[in-house]
T-cell receptor
Framework: EAGVAQSPRYKIIEKRQSVAFWCNPI?????LYWYQQILGQGPKLLIQ????????DSQLPKDRFSAERLKGVDSTLKIQPAKLEDSAVYLC?????????????FGPGTRLTVL | KQEVTQIPAALSVPEGENLVLNCSFT??????LQWFRQDPGKGLTSLLL?????REQTSGRLNASLDKSSGRSTLYIAASQPGDSATYLC???????????FGKGTKLTVNP
C-alpha cells in the first residue's frame, strides 16, 4: 500500500514570496490533515478535511495561508506572502475515519526555509 | 487549552537497556492516544494507538499504557537497540475536539 505522498521535499524562498505544497493521501482515506512543525516542537494542526469539506481550520492563519482539497483526494496548501516565521516542516497526514478512531498516517513532509 | 508534556526531553542509553518515556496532559479528558516515532528529516510513523476503551497496547518490544484518571501515558521500550534512536512523540485527542495535540517529543539515542 502506497503511503502519503508530498512534494516538494524542500523549498527555499524569500520572504513575501508565495509557495505551494502538494499532498496525495493514502487511497480511500477520507480525512486529510495539514500540520506545521517548527524545529523542536510537536506538529500543530493547521487544517483538517473530511472528503473535500473543511472540518477544522481554526489554527490556520487565513490572512496568508489557504488550502483546498479538490474532489476529496489531493490537497494543496499555499502560503502568500511568506514570513520568516513560516519556516517549518509542513506535514500532510490522512486517516480512514475521523474522531480519532483510526491511526493517522504521515507523509515525509516539506521543509520550508524562508529567507 | 490542552497541553502535552513529554519527559525527558532527551535520553541516551546503552544498547540492551529497558526504558520508559513519559507523556502527560493538562486536561485528562482525552480519549484516544497515539505514540509516534520521527526519524531526522522524515515524517511521523505511528507506533501504537490506544483507543478510549483500552488501557494499553503492545507491539513487539513496545508497550504503551494510558491512565485517563491522571492524564498520563508511558511508552516502554524493552531491550533497546541502536535502530530505536529517534524522536518519540505522544499525541492525544481531547473529548469534543478533533485535534490531535502533540507533545514536543523525547529524543532517544541508543548507543552500541
Amino acid at each position: 500500500e502506497a503511503g502519503v505522498a508530498q512534494s516538494p521535499r524542500y523549498k527555499i524562498i524569500e520572504k513575501r514570496q508565495s509557495v505551494a505544497f502538494w499532498c496525495n493521501p493514502i487511497s480511500g482515506h477520507a480525512t486529510l490533515y495539514w500540520y506545521q512543525q517548527i524545529l523542536g516542537q510537536g506538529p500543530k494542526l493547521l487544517i483538517q478535511f473530511q472528503n473535500n469539506g473543511v472540518v477544522d481550520d481554526s489554527q490556520l492563519p487565513k490572512d496568508r495561508f489557504s488550502a483546498e482539497r479538490l474532489k476529496g483526494v489531493d490537497s494543496t496548501l499555499k502560503i502568500q506572502p511568506a514570513k520568516l516565521e513560516d519556516s517549518a516542516v509542513y506535514l500532510c497526514a490522512s486517516s480512514l475515519v475521523m474522531y480519532g478512531a483510526d491511526t493517522q498516517y504521515f507523509g515525509p513532509g516539506t521543509r520550508l526555509t524562508v529567507l | 487549552k490542552q497541553e502535552v508534556t513529554q519527559i525527558p526531553a532527551a535520553l541516551s542509553v546503552p544498547e540492551g537497556e529497558n526504558l520508559v518515556l513519559n507523556c502527560s496532559f493538562t486536561d485528562s479528558a482525552i480519549y484516544n492516544l497515539q505514540w509516534f516515532r520521527q526519524d531526522p528529516g522524515k515524517g511521523l510513523t505511528s507506533l501504537l494507538l490506544i483507543q478510549s476503551s483500552q488501557r494499553e497496547q503492545t507491539s513487539g518490544r513496545l508497550n504503551a499504557s494510558l491512565d485517563k484518571s491522571s492524564g498520563r501515558s508511558t511508552l516502554y521500550i524493552a531491550a533497546s537497540q541502536p535502530g530505536d534512536s529517534a524522536t518519540y512523540l505522544c499525541a492525544g485527542f481531547q473529548g469534543g475536539s478533533e485535534k490531535l495535540v502533540f507533545g514536543k517529543g523525547t529524543k532517544l539515542t541508543v548507543n552500541p
